[in-house]
């Protein structure tokens, strides 16, 4: 075998594992050994005195202080892991050029400022950004951004999310897409078939058969996967990313972060 040919099969058997990737396997871990724990004490409850009040708090204790521990090495671990490996230089965030196409929109279209969305409507991070950050950023910022969403379900841990971005496309069909939005964020651990219906119901999507049809036939399947290609092609890994003026933001981040962005692009537009 060549020189060649051993770098080519070496850089095709490597195998990358973020830190990320560790971290959440060691979640994983965690929740194992605290399980683990907790049956214990119960399948060696049968000769004890204790009542199951008493069994059940004594159990959840020693979780719960077998969850800390763990998490403690865990950060350790990964703070050394870390530290022993060169650090990267810091760099300047790239630019994105966002198509932003026919995907729904309000503000200003002459807005100087652009605010692209990529969300999940069963993450939970992105609930906590419509919870806490939305309806500011709407309320003083409604007139001079505009503030495009874009569809990105993570549908291996969410399974209900892509049904729930076809739900939103079906009522943007009808002219209610802001209002289902804001529906599908405050009503976001049921997100079945028969409870999207109801949503649409709620927030007065005029045709309910039309929405109930274009549910059924996974209608705007395309639009949401072309999103969501869009949104890797550019980069985004996780929900919610931002991208204002085409500088990514990525996170639920406080407020106070997305005024110090937008005040910024405002700043640079004039």
């Not at 990964?78 to 966002?98: D, F, I, M, Y």
């Not at 995907?103 to 400022?113: H, M, N, T």
């Amino acid at each position: 075998m060549s020189n060649q040919d051993k770098a080519e099969l070496s850089r095709d058997d490597t195998i990358v594992i973020t830190q990320n990737t560790l971290y959440y396997f060691g979640i994983a871990v965690v929740f194992f050994v605290a399980g683990f724990i907790v049956a214990w004490a119960v399948l060696t409850s049968g000769g004890s005195n204790m009542s199951a009040a008493e069994l059940r708090n004594a159990a959840s204790e020693g979780a719960r202080a077998a969850v800390q521990a763990e998490l403690a090495l865990l950060r350790n671990e990964l703070s050394n892991l870390v530290a022993g490996g060169a650090q990267p230089t810091p760099t300047a965030p790239t630019r994105v050029e966002v198509e932003l196409g026919n995907s729904p929109a309000w503000g200003p279209e002459d807005a100087k400022v652009v605010v692209v969305e990529y969300s999940d409507f069963e993450c939970s991070f992105c609930a906590r950004f419509y919870r806490e950050t939305y309806g500011t950023l709407k309320e003083r910022y409604g007139d001079r951004v505009r503030f495009v969403f874009k569809h990105f379900p993570i549908s291996f841990i969410h399974p209900n999310a892509e049904r729930a971005a076809l739900a939103a496309e079906c009522a943007n069909e009808q002219d209610k897409f802001w209002e289902y939005h804001d529906k599908l964020f405050e009503n976001q651990q049921n997100l079945s078939q028969n409870a999207l219906i109801s949503y649409a119901q709620q927030v007065g999507v005029p045709n309910i058969e039309q929405f109930t049809e274009c549910l059924t036939t996974q209608k705007y399947l395309s639009t949401v996967t072309a999103d969501l290609q869009q949104g890797e092609r550019y980069g985004v890994q996780g929900t919610p990313t931002f991208f204002i003026n085409g500088l990514p933001l990525v996170g639920a981040q406080p407020y106070s972060v997305f005024e110090r962005a937008i005040e910024q692009a405002l700043a640079a537009a004039n």
